[in-house]
């Protein structure tokens, strides 16, 4: 692959890494795209091999040039999720192939633009889902498909959020819902898309709960916090807050946020308490699929522990999994949990049994290296990628389950897809 990189922020140093590092044998990273002139040489100047002239940068009014300067035939895309849409469709239409981070993007409108311009040209989109490959997971994957439970008829998937990781969604750009879609697409997607990869079905309807709980300005009264800046830096309450983020005391976030703050007025560390917040931190949603099986989801992003729990139904048992999953997030002080997983499976009729449960080693329970090894090594998965329709029924979930939040009523995803038009996924 010849791979052109749209956005060098934090994510995307996995990716770069990969591509200049172990599969560099294999794949030319040709050129580096961001909005931010400062992030922008920040990345290319890692990777500039001595002697060379370097990488190819360019700012993203030029995206389109840099795809026919350099020739690429892959664009890598980690930008923020609501600018993930134009990228795609800018680069099928250039006849390039897609890998983006996901969610593949946040609304049915730019869904449907999305879906045309595949079909139209035929090319490929990929969605880093990452999770899918973390062996706990496909050996979960495994045991239901080989119908250790029996016909599975149901889930009860609860995510939870640390307060480190979950209150950092209300500084930064997710914190407004026209960015991120919400929790509900901006994270869910990864926990609609294991339900999907799962139980081999898509989502039909849903109903929705869901509110600003923990990081409101009423919660901002209730710790004595009246009076607090717009950002963590310079805030005159910072001393007494519980979620204090100090971008100048973490090299890498004074290196890829501080330092680049005069370019585009973008601040890190964003008040989370403050009244323009959109983002919900408590989501209820209950999902009815097309085969017929239900599912409670619960996501919280202020539990006092990080990772998965769910308990699936079948017609001859349960399976459950505990996954305590403490990865690397910038700032804060962890709780002391340790990393753990355990999948139990429970016969009707016989007594429960811990699995051994296969592991990994990198971020997300092992599940990281594993997909850049499936997207740029050799023999990729078809197992485990996940194409257009997948990054698709990922997100519809969470759509539907906005529109659910607003209106109250349970959402057939079927009506939401006619109303913009889309035929078929
Ligand atoms: N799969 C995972 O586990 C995982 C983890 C983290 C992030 N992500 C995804 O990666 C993506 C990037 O997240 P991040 O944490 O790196 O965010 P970030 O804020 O650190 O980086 C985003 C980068 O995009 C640039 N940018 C903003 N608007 C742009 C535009 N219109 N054109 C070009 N560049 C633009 C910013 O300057 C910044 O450098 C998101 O879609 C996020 O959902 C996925």
Same mark, same amino acid.
């Given at each position: 692959?010849?791979?052109?990189?749209?956005?060098?922020?934090?994510?995307?140093?996995?990716?770069?890494?990969?591509?200049?590092?172990?599969?560099?044998?294999?794949?030319?990273?040709?050129?580096?795209?961001?909005?931010?002139?400062?992030?922008?040489?920040?990345?290319?100047?890692?990777?500039?091999?001595?002697?060379?002239?370097?990488?190819?940068?360019?700012?993203?009014?030029?995206?389109?040039?840099?795809?026919?300067?350099?020739?690429?035939?892959?664009?890598?895309?980690?930008?923020?999720?609501?600018?993930?849409?134009?990228?795609?469709?800018?680069?099928?239409?250039? #006849? @390039?192939? $897609?890998?983006?981070?996901? +969610?593949?993007?946040? /609304? !049915?409108?730019?869904?449907?633009?999305?879906? %045309?311009?595949?079909?139209?040209?035929?090319?490929?989109?990929?969605?880093?889902?990452?999770?899918?490959?973390?062996?706990?997971?496909?050996?979960?994957?495994?045991?239901?498909?080989?119908?250790?439970?029996?016909?599975?008829?149901?889930?009860?998937?609860?995510?939870?959020?640390?307060?480190?990781?979950?209150?950092?969604?209300?500084?930064?750009?997710?914190?407004?819902?026209?960015?991120?879609?919400?929790?509900?697409?901006?994270?869910?997607?990864?926990?609609?898309?294991?339900?999907?990869?799962?139980?081999?079905?898509?989502?039909?309807?849903?109903?929705?709960?869901?509110?600003?709980?923990?990081?409101?300005?009423?919660?901002?009264?209730?710790?004595?916090?009246?009076?607090?800046?717009?950002?963590?830096? #310079? @805030?005159? $309450?910072?001393?007494?807050? +519980?979620?204090?983020? /100090? !971008?100048?005391?973490?090299?890498?976030?004074? %290196?890829?946020?501080?330092?680049?703050?005069?370019?585009?007025?973008?601040?890190?560390?964003?008040?989370?308490?403050?009244?323009?917040?959109?983002?919900?931190?408590?989501?209820?949603?209950?999902?009815?699929?097309?085969?017929?099986?239900?599912?409670?989801?619960?996501?919280?992003?202020?539990?006092?522990?990080?990772?998965?729990?769910?308990?699936?139904?079948?017609?001859?048992?349960?399976?459950?999994?505990?996954?305590?999953?403490?990865?690397?997030?910038?700032?804060?002080?962890?709780?002391?949990?340790?990393?753990?997983?355990?999948?139990?499976?429970?016969?009707?009729?016989?007594?429960?049994?811990?699995?051994?449960?296969?592991?990994?080693?990198?971020?997300?329970?092992?599940?990281?290296?594993?997909?850049?090894?499936?997207?740029?090594?050799?023999?990729?998965?078809?197992?485990?990628?996940?194409?257009?329709?997948?990054?698709?029924?990922?997100?519809?979930?969470?759509?539907?389950?906005?529109?659910?939040?607003?209106?109250?009523?349970?959402?057939?995803?079927?009506?939401?897809?006619?109303?913009?038009?889309?035929?078929?996924?």
């Amino acid at each position: 692959m010849k791979v052109a990189l749209v956005g060098c922020g934090s994510r995307h140093q996995m990716f770069r890494n990969a591509l200049t590092g172990p599969y560099a044998d294999r794949h030319e990273l040709v050129a580096l795209c961001d909005s931010n002139p400062y992030r922008l040489s920040l990345s290319a100047a890692a990777v500039a091999k001595p002697g060379t002239n370097g990488i190819a940068t360019y700012l993203s009014a030029d995206f389109d040039r840099m795809l026919a300067e350099q020739g690429a035939d892959t664009v890598l895309i980690s930008t923020p999720d609501n600018t993930h849409a134009g990228y795609i469709v800018r680069a099928l239409e250039a #006849g @390039c192939d $897609v890998i983006c981070e996901k +969610p593949m993007t946040i /609304d !049915l409108p730019s869904l449907r633009q999305i879906l %045309a311009a595949q079909d139209r040209t035929g090319r490929k989109v990929r969605v880093a889902f990452n999770y899918r490959y973390a062996p706990a997971r496909q050996q979960i994957r495994a045991l239901l498909a080989a119908g250790t439970i029996g016909t599975v008829t149901g889930l009860d998937f609860r995510w939870h959020l640390d307060q480190v990781h979950g209150s950092d969604y209300f500084r930064r750009w997710h914190r407004d819902k026209a960015n991120s879609g919400g929790l509900f697409v901006h994270k869910a997607t990864h926990h609609f898309d294991l339900m999907n990869w799962w139980l081999g079905t898509t989502p039909a309807a849903i109903s929705a709960s869901g509110g600003r709980h923990a990081y409101s300005p009423v919660r901002a009264a209730e710790l004595g916090l009246v009076g607090h800046g717009p950002r963590c830096t #310079g @805030c005159p $309450v910072a001393l007494r807050c +519980p979620y204090p983020l /100090d !971008l100048d005391a973490d090299k890498r976030l004074a %290196a890829l946020y501080r330092d680049a703050e005069a370019e585009d007025g973008y601040h890190r560390d964003q008040c989370i308490f403050s009244p323009e917040i959109t983002l919900e931190d408590t989501l209820q949603a209950q999902i009815r699929f097309a085969n017929g099986a239900t599912a409670n989801y619960s996501l919280t992003a202020y539990a006092p522990w990080e990772g998965l729990e769910v308990m699936f139904y079948g017609t001859g048992g349960q399976l459950s999994h505990r996954h305590v999953e403490v990865h690397g997030v910038f700032g804060g002080k962890r709780p002391k949990e340790k990393q753990s997983v355990t999948t139990t499976l429970h016969l009707a009729g016989q007594d429960p049994t811990n699995l051994a449960v296969p592991k990994a080693q990198g971020d997300h329970g092992g599940a990281d290296p594993l997909m850049l090894q499936d997207i740029f090594g050799e023999g990729g998965s078809e197992t485990h990628a996940s194409d257009h329709r997948a990054g698709a029924w990922s997100i519809l979930a969470g759509i539907a389950a906005n529109a659910a939040l607003a209106s109250g009523q349970v959402e057939e995803i079927g009506d939401l897809l006619a109303q913009v038009g889309i035929a078929r996924i």
